[in-house]
């Protein structure tokens, strides 16, 4: 909304608050700009003398500026009806009136009704005050309408400008006997009641309300006449026959199904008739689905429904030419080998991201890190004994091998020069592998299947030397 009045204060929405005669138009339904409004007549040519006057909610006639009144866009109007005066607002002033009313065929010279005057506040305070009339006088109106059981739906009231007669406009399927009804509704408001019955998209147009496309209506925004709508635009457009998703808030079909019929008829024009069978050699062929902008068929053979052959519309005119020329065609599949193409898959970057995965968790930094510090860390020395052994090995010695390991090890008996080893019974150690007895240490003979470390080997060295005392172990 564009005036001031809409705007919101104290953090509610205020609304437009003037029940219709908003001087800015811009809260008006069927709004039209003006573009020939900042444009100079020629020198001598006097301006249209009709201007187009709207009324509540979709409303609109034209009438005669016979006072040569300076009228501009918004301005406020006294307007001529049968009885009394009618208030509405200036929507087109100028040459804009001419298009208009050529385009609706109503003629300049015919009987046209007058504007009086620009209403004064007088006029506007009336207009108000029968405004705020409707809303509560609508409630009972339909309350009456029930009481009668009357199968009727009163959707709006529109009282005149100077409040003397009020208009209900109402909606329903067969004709209503309505006599009783306006009786009651004389004796309850006591003005002038004028019964005007409207279709459904009428009503859809006066109250308004958003489609499902997410915009507003298009009877209640720009949509002025309304063309009959038939399930045939659904079917030229291989639409679902669902009357949910066709109907409108209206409850008929949507008007927007015309809107593209065009160009579908355009491109059907050059497809074969759906129901045209196809005879080859090895069966006959119906037709299952089209694409219409694609220009494909899908057929497949009787009796073999599963299997589909696609195929343009010039093969499918060519296989029915030779039909009707009677020569013999193999089968559809020769025409369907040529339309196989192997389409390779590929994603296009249409959102602006990187990945198709940028949605997915992201993994956590710690664990990021501490890949990233494994990547760096130098490898791990080994033990300086081994690699001392390894890398430099001392002349005329043989290089040693290394010690394999062993688990549960026992504790080895004290050494001595003077007194042999004594063979270990079986039963000390139960846990130890199987081991063979150990030979006398003065020979200097090994163990055969017990490596000994390096502090063993030196003290061997050592067994011919009687004066050293024998070193005690840790």
Known sequence: MSCNSCGTGGGTPGGCKN???????????????????????????????????????????????????????????????????????????????RVQMKRKRIKVNGEIPKVYRIANEKDVEKWVTAREKEEPMKVRARQIAIRLQLKMKISDIEFQGDGSKATFYYTADDRVDFRELIREYASEFKTRIEMRQIGLRQEAARLGGIGSCGRELCCSTWLTDFRSVTTGAARYQNLS???????????????????????????????????????????????????????????????????????????????????????????????????????????????????????????????SRNKRNKKRRPAKPQNKTTTATAASPKEGQPARKPRPKQNNRTPKAKTNNNKPNTKK???????????????????????????????????NRNKNNDSKPPKKED
Request: include cysteine; aromatic fraction near 8%; charged fraction near 25%.
């Open 19 to 97: 029940h219709g005669t908003c001087g800015t138009s811009g809260c008006n339904k069927l709004t039209v700009f003006d573009w020939l409004a900042n444009m100079e007549l020629p020198d001598g040519q006097k301006a249209f003398p009709y201007v187009e006057v709207r009324f509540k909610n979709s409303r609109k006639e034209f009438f005669h500026n016979a006072e040569g009144l300076q009228l501009k866009i918004g301005d406020i109007v006294a307007t001529e009806t049968q009885s009394g005066h009618d208030i509405g607002i200036v929507t087109i002033t100028g040459e804009l009136v």
């Open 241 to 367: 026959l669902n009357p949910q998703k066709l109907a409108g808030q209206c409850g008929k079909l949507k008007c927007c199904l015309n809107y593209e019929l065009d160009s579908y008829m355009d491109a059907l024009s050059t497809f074969p008739k759906q129901n045209q069978k196809l005879y080859t050699e090895k069966g006959t062929a119906v037709c299952q689905k089209v694409d219409i902008f694609k220009g494909l068929m899908w057929y497949c053979y009787e009796g073999d429904w599963m299997s589909w052959h696609t195929l343009t519309t010039e093969q499918v005119h060519e296989i029915v030419s030779k039909n009707k020329a009677k020569e013999s065609v193999a089968s559809i599949e020769e025409y369907a080998s040529e339309l196989i193409v192997e389409e390779e898959v590929s994603f296009e970057n249409v959102v602006g991201q990187d990945s198709l995965t940028r949605f997915d968790q992201p993994k956590s930094k710690s664990k």
């Open 425 to 459: 019974p079986a039963s000390a150690n139960k846990n130890t592998n199987k081991q063979k007895p150990a030979s006398n240490n003065a020979t200097g003979e090994a163990k055969p299947n017990k490596p000994r470390n390096n502090r063993n080997k030196s003290r």
